[in-house]
T-cell receptor
Framework: EAQVTQNPRYLITVTGKKLTVTCSQN?????MSWYRQDPGLGLRQIYY???????DKGDVPEGYKVSRKEKRNFPLILESPSPNQTSLYFC??????????????FGPGTRLTVL | AQSVAQPEDQVNVAEGNPLTVKCTYS??????LFWYVQYPNRGLQFLLK??????LVKGSYGFEAEFNKSQTSFHLKKPSALVSDSALYFC????????????????FGQGTILTVHP
């Protein structure tokens, strides 16, 4: 089944404890992206990757890191989480960014709480 | 900088009536425009997109949207609403003319909650 998977789905952690949220897609997509969803603010892009080894900042990159060492995986790293990073996080992939195949496929989401 | 506005936080409509969810955008040139939907307790799903060509775009579940360049709008419409259409709808824009890898940036609106009453 074609899908985007995220782990963990739920996480409660404490301020300052480094964490990684994994994202993997099995559709051979070039483009991957991370978003956070907060009430009243919609979806905001954190980072995106046009292809392997190419990443770029979205609208809200502060406090986050990413890497794209292989096409299928795009982990999101919070080096020192803070309470303002409590949110619902979505990973997404697309065949390409731009053009007729530009369609985001979203993962199920990771609900993160930072105490 | 690109931006999207969804001026209505909530839209309420009776089942069987037409519905419209509004979206306006701002980019430097011709945009790529998208609608995504988030059903309760389900993930985000693609509905439709405008890349080029016909200004009227048809998508999933009977939805359509019209690209209006002069009004910088991309409103989502459906002729006859269903209770099952009740969900959170997001409009998004990409600027394909942005330099370098910047066209990878995708900006979403804040979302509109659509409630269809029986």
């Amino acid at each position: 089944e074609a899908q985007v998977t995220q782990n963990p789905r739920y996480l409660i952690t404490v301020t300052g404890k480094k964490l990684t949220v994994t994202c993997s897609q099995n559709m051979n997509h070039e483009y991957m992206s991370w978003y956070r969803q907060d009430p009243g603010l919609g979806l905001r892009q954190i980072y995106y990757s046009m292809n392997v080894e190419v990443t770029d900042k979205g609208d809200v990159p502060e406090g986050y890191k990413v890497s794209r060492k292989e096409k299928r995986n795009f982990p999101l790293i919070l080096e020192s989480p803070s309470p303002n990073q409590t949110s619902l996080y979505f990973c997404a992939s697309s065949p390409l960014a731009g053009g007729l195949t530009d369609t985001q496929y979203f993962g199920p989401g990771t609900r993160l709480t930072v105490l | 900088a690109q931006s999207v506005a969804q001026p209505e936080d909530q839209v309420n409509v009776a089942e069987g009536n037409p519905l419209t969810v509004k979206c306006t955008y701002s980019v430097s040139g011709n945009p790529y425009l998208f609608w995504y939907v988030q059903y309760p307790n389900r993930g985000l799903q693609f509905l439709l997109k405008y890349i080029t060509g016909d200004n009227l775009v048809k998508g999933s579940y009977g939805f359509e949207a019209e690209f209006n360049k002069s009004q910088t709008s991309f409103h989502l419409k459906k002729p006859s609403a269903l209770v099952s259409d009740s969900a959170l709808y997001f409009c998004a824009v990409r600027d394909p003319n942005a330099g370098g890898t910047s066209y990878g940036k995708l900006t979403f609106g804040q979302g509109t909650i659509l409630t269809v009453h029986p």
